[in-house]
């Protein structure tokens, strides 16, 4: 059974150095095309950025506003994931030809297992078409092949980042989940008309603070309905917490019964943040729990200190996002806590 699949794999590599080396796919010895700019300098225009690799796997980055991009038309991409693919377009050079010797290897790779990404500036076809091969033995550069107007080069190249170490195809993953922003909420404190605090699994009072004119605010504290003015060098800062809260990593190891159980459990804090359009994002945070008997200074705790659960609405409740406590703490300060804050907008 072994040597049946391997014999599968060995058949369906060899189709894929077939069609790549193929006269009809424009990359035989007999090809005198010879690319080797595979820069494009104005990434404004690149609108559409498709990743593939011979085993299937796919992802679609497509421009949405500006610097906004979409992962297979499904979530928001990781800007820093983004810009990092229109640096490399715009800073990479070329250090030479592969060498004649490693040449039949190399093109067996690109079409075995690299990587194919295109750039679109236009929706009809790509501007220009990389294959990213393997790095090179001292892993300073990355063997590429370009392809332009349906046809391939004939023959790959070294490529790098001047000033810049390291193999260049870790930048074009395919993972899906790696790819996704890992946002909770994004906005402009401005525009926040209130943020509500329910702090349900412990005593610390419950409030709503209001910006009921630009820069001014009050807060209710909801336990007893009592409101006051709450000074701007206060407030402003608080709300500016909320201008990008971003989630640590999302659990996708655990049981789902067992993240069930947690997420059914009374959240230890309840966040709704209204803006001036009506919009709102919901936050909860839930416990961490931890193995049974752990203990932190020699104390036996039923929780992780250090981490929680959220849910959000903005992501919906299929994923299991979590966060840690240093950052999601200044979200959900107490009454005390903002009275004795000396934060002050500058």
Known sequence: MKNTIGLIVLILAGIGAYFLLSEDNSFTKTNTEDYKDFAIEDTAAVSKIFLSKPDGKRILLTRTNGSEWMVNNSFPARKDAVELILKTLIDIKV?????????EYAIKTLATRGTKVEFYTTDSKPEKTWYIGDPTTSRMGTQMLLEKDGKKSSKPYITHLIMERGFLGTRFFLDETLWKDRIVMKCNPKEIKSIQINHTSDTSASYKIEQYELAKFRITNLDNNSTSELPSQIAVPYFKEFSAVYYEYMDEKSPVTLLDSIYSALPRHKVMVTMMDG???????YNM???????????????????????????GSAVYPVVQNLTFDKLVPTLKDLASSTNVEK
């Not at 250090?95 to 040449?103: H, K, T």
């Not at 919009?279 to 945070?285: E, G, R």
């Open 95 to 103: 250090n030479g030809v592969v060498a004649q010797d490693e040449m």
């Open 289 to 315: 729990p931890v193995q049974e008997g752990s203990e932190l200074d020699g104390v036996v705790v039923d929780y992780h200190p250090e981490r929680m659960y959220i849910y959000t609405s903005n992501l």
């Open 279 to 285: 919009k709102t994002y919901d936050i909860k945070s």
